[in-house]
């Protein structure tokens, strides 16, 4: 157990909704970062947030948005969903910088019809 | 394009044997991380080796680093089949701090 938890486990959902995605960090830790994984793309870095703020983006199309609230916790907002955003989500985080040790979560599988 | 990608995309060994995984990269780092993810799981860290490191151990494993010819290796030695995983390496670039590359992966296979 990586101590970062994810909610929801499995979301299953129709092209043009929108969903919300929920990440707990590791107690402690100030940095959530937010990928992507689906089978033809690998794992990909989308956004991170540290202690509040924005920190890096990765390859976040604009119809996703993400924050981190003041307790740390972090969701992925992702809207007018497509069938090509079907795909494992991780929620990661870490003590502080970018290169520290990264601790995953279970991941959200999102399937979309 | 990838910053880190690994060699080969897929590999079945026998249980007992040494497993190698390769890594390659296209700009100069700050430090290489190995993970491993078993099927639908998140991914757990394994060893992280910084830029002016050569070699570095944790168990059974063994992880070089040639940062002239830009490339890591991660060995697994005496495989188990609870070894069964993807084993992905991640890369940062030097002098930035705000991006983290995961290639996409080696799937290990160990048969019994």
């Known amino acids: 157990d990586s101590g970062v938890t994810q909610t929801p486990k499995h979301l299953i959902t129709a092209t043009g909704q929108r969903v919300t995605l929920r990440c707990s960090p590791r107690?402690?830790?100030?940095?959530v970062y937010w990928y992507q994984q689906s089978l033809d793309q690998g794992l990909q870095f989308l956004i991170q947030?540290?202690?509040?703020?924005?920190?890096a983006k990765g390859n976040i199309l604009e119809r996703f948005s993400a924050q981190q609230f003041p307790d740390l916790h972090s969701e992925l907002n992702l809207s007018s969903l497509e069938l090509g955003d079907s795909a494992l989500y991780f929620c990661?985080?870490?003590?502080?910088?970018?290169?520290?040790?990264?601790?995953f979560g279970p991941g959200t599988r999102l399937t979309v019809l | 394009s990838q910053q880190g990608e690994e060699d080969p995309q897929a590999l079945s060994i026998q249980e007992g044997e040494n497993a190698t995984m390769n890594c390659s990269y296209k700009?100069?780092?700050?430090?290489l991380q190995w993970y491993r993810q078993n099927s639908g799981r998140g991914l757990v860290h394994l060893i992280l080796?910084?830029?002016?490191?050569r070699e570095k151990h944790s168990g059974r494993l063994r992880v070089t680093l040639d940062t002239s010819k830009k490339s890591s290796s991660l060995l697994i030695t005496a495989s188990r089949a609870a070894d069964t995983a993807s084993y992905f390496c991640?890369?940062?670039?030097?002098?930035?701090?705000?991006?983290?590359?995961f290639g996409k992966g080696t799937r290990l296979h160990i048969l019994p």
């Open positions: 990661a985080s870490a003590q502080l910088a970018l290169t520290d040790t990264q601790y």
């Open positions: 107690s402690g830790d100030l940095s």
């Open positions: 947030y540290y202690n509040g703020e924005e920190r």
């Open positions: 700009t100069s780092i700050n430090n």
């Open positions: 080796i910084r830029s002016n490191e």
């Open positions: 991640a890369t940062d670039e030097k002098n930035r701090d705000d991006k983290i590359i």
